[in-house]
């Protein structure tokens, strides 16, 4: 929707001399309305002197709103604002493209699927004959972060008027033993995959929501996931480092214990 000055704004110098000729000749507009039409309606800006500035005020209150007035309901009588009678349509959906409902299951499916995999490394590590409990308090906590993720993108499914639908699952894998990085390194390894994966499926969802012309779903994305997915990625990519560096054994126990006991008053 372009704007642009209006005929009726004029503007005063402390001289009273009328700043703009081309002020006055052009006109508020909004794009599908005519100047001409506007130009009787334009609000009214007056200057008048004030110390040694340039002031701007509102003309006589008569002058104002010659024209244009809202008029809700004449607006509402178009088409696309008529409120559904079929039982299963949604009553609050509102420009909310088909595309954008496909993205949002979609990326439900990814938060499910990574949710899943975590599921698996939690089991794996929580085993009795591998016991790096603080690696399965961390994948079963990854794991329910992943779910809630999906839960909130189901809402918001809901909350725009989409109908979510929920895709299979891959089987993810059961064992995680690496014979050069071990399991730690190994399955630290597949989580900054999995997240960078993830990122790259949220940029998608973004540009989806940006290509559909739909602010709000790019805002919920923005503002509800990329931040924090930016941040896991850095946090799993500093777990990885530090995984290199301590190497198998002995020193994936300190690794271990530092993550068991992460979050634990001082
Ligand atoms: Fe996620
Ligand atoms: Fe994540």
């Known amino acids: 929707m372009s704007l642009s000055v209006a005929s009726a704004v004029s503007l005063s110098t402390l001289q009273g001399d009328s700043l703009s000729p081309a002020l006055g000749s052009s006109a508020l507009s909004y794009s599908g309305l005519s100047s001409s039409s506007l130009s009787t309606t ?3 800006l007056p200057g008048r002197r004030l110390g040694n500035g340039l002031v701007v005020s509102a003309a006589k209150e008569t002058d104002l709103l010659t024209g244009i007035v809202f008029q809700p309901f004449e607006e509402m009588k178009k088409e696309e604002l008529a409120i559904p009678i ?3 349509l949604s009553l609050a959906r509102q420009f909310y493209e088909d595309e954008c409902e496909a993205a949002i ?11 899943y995999v975590y599921h698996a490394m939690y089991a794996y590590f929580d085993r009795d004959n591998i016991a790096l409990k603080g690696l399965a308090k961390f994948y079963k ?7 809630e993720h999906a839960e909130k993108l189901m809402k918001y499914q809901n909350i725009r008027g989409g109908r979510v639908k929920l895709y299979s699952i891959l089987t ?3 064992e995680f033993d690496h014979a050069e990085k071990g399991d730690a390194l190994n399955s630290m390894e597949l ?5 960078k994966l993830t990122n790259e ?3 998608q969802l973004h540009s989806v929501a940006v290509r559909k012309n739909d602010p709000q779903l790019a805002d919920f994305v923005e503002s509800e996931y990329l931040t924090e997915q930016v941040e896991a990625i850095k946090k799993i990519a500093e777990y990885v480092a530090q995984l290199r560096m301590v190497g198998k054994g002995h020193g994936v126990w300190h690794f271990d214990q530092m993550l068991l006991h992460e979050g634990d008053a001082a």
Do not use: C, D, G
């Open 105 to 115: 299951n979609e990326q439900i499916n990814v938060e499910y699927t990574v949710s």
């Open 191 to 195: 989580a900054l995959s999995l997240e």
């Open 86 to 88: 079929a039982p299963q």
């Open 141 to 147: 906590e990854s794991s329910e972060e992943e779910r």
């Open 201 to 203: 499926k949220l940029l």
């Open 42 to 44: 334009a609000l009214r």
């Open 172 to 174: 993810p894998p059961s």
